[in-house]
């Protein structure tokens, strides 16, 4: 890997009737094994494109979790190190839900999936952190 890469990463926020969809990771995963957070997936070599994280965020919702979405907003940004030292960007956007109802496709990734509330999102003991800070940032952004 190239000295200055670094791997980028959006998650897809899904709202509806006031409450978040956020995934349960499955047992197996290497990263948040059994926690709670948004959807979503890295942003492949191959995607190109002016809307290449609307396209990712798209893809991935699609992929893990069954559904389609329509308007994808940027909301915010922020760098960590994976835990094997990799460089990456998350960037968390919300995005409209246009079909479909959610359910996990691959039980390998995602065990579940939940509708979440702002004050469940506080309250649950499987949501870490970093997870229900991108919560209130997004209930200040759609505010």
Known sequence: MDAH???VNVDGAVVRDGEYLLI???????HAAGELGFPGGTVEP???GEDVLAATVARELREEVGVEVGAVEYVLSGTFEADDGTPCLNV????????????????EEVAAVHWVSP?????????PPYTEGYVERLEAFRR
Do not use: K, S
């Open 5 to 7: 890469a670094l791997v």
């Open 24 to 30: 349960e990771r499955a047992a197996g995963e290497e």
């Open 46 to 48: 191959d995607d190109a």
């Open 92 to 107: 968390l956007t919300l995005c409209e839900h246009a079909a479909g109802e959610p359910r996990p496709r691959d039980p």
């Open 119 to 127: 004050e469940a999102a506080r309250a649950r003991e499987d949501v």
